[in-house]
């Protein structure tokens, strides 16, 4: 039986510089997201890291991701979904494109 690996993007958002430089959060959601790859035999193509707050859906790191993904039948994945969004209408938007 030939299984079709599962196409992973990752997307991963820290809402300070601070944040980002320091690592803080950002090993903490590879490690979900490598442990979701890895439950479901996927492959993480790809990573986009966002530094920017949850409350902004102008986020050019996430569009690029959503486009990847698209582009090479994938998925999106994200540590939590607090990481890709706070907005419950902006994240309807993403189910619905």
């Known amino acids: 039986m030939n299984v079709k690996q599962i196409k992973l993007i ?3 958002r ?3 510089a601070r944040q980002g430089d320091s690592g803080l ?4 959601q590879d490690e979900a997201i490598s442990k979701y790859a890895s439950n479901i035999d996927g492959t993480i193509i790809k990573i ?3 530094i920017e ?4 859906n102008d986020r050019p790191e996430l ?3 959503l486009d990847h993904a698209k582009g090479i ?3 999106v994945v994200v540590a939590k979904l607090d990481r890709l969004t706070r907005n419950t209408r902006f994240l309807l ?3 619905e494109s």
């Open 10 to 12: 990752a997307y991963r």
């Open 14 to 16: 820290v809402s300070t």
């Open 25 to 28: 959060g950002l090993e903490a």
């Open 48 to 50: 986009y890291t966002e």
């Open 53 to 56: 707050s949850g409350k902004r």
């Open 63 to 65: 569009a690029k991701a």
């Open 73 to 75: 039948g994938g998925r």
């Open 93 to 95: 938007g993403l189910v």
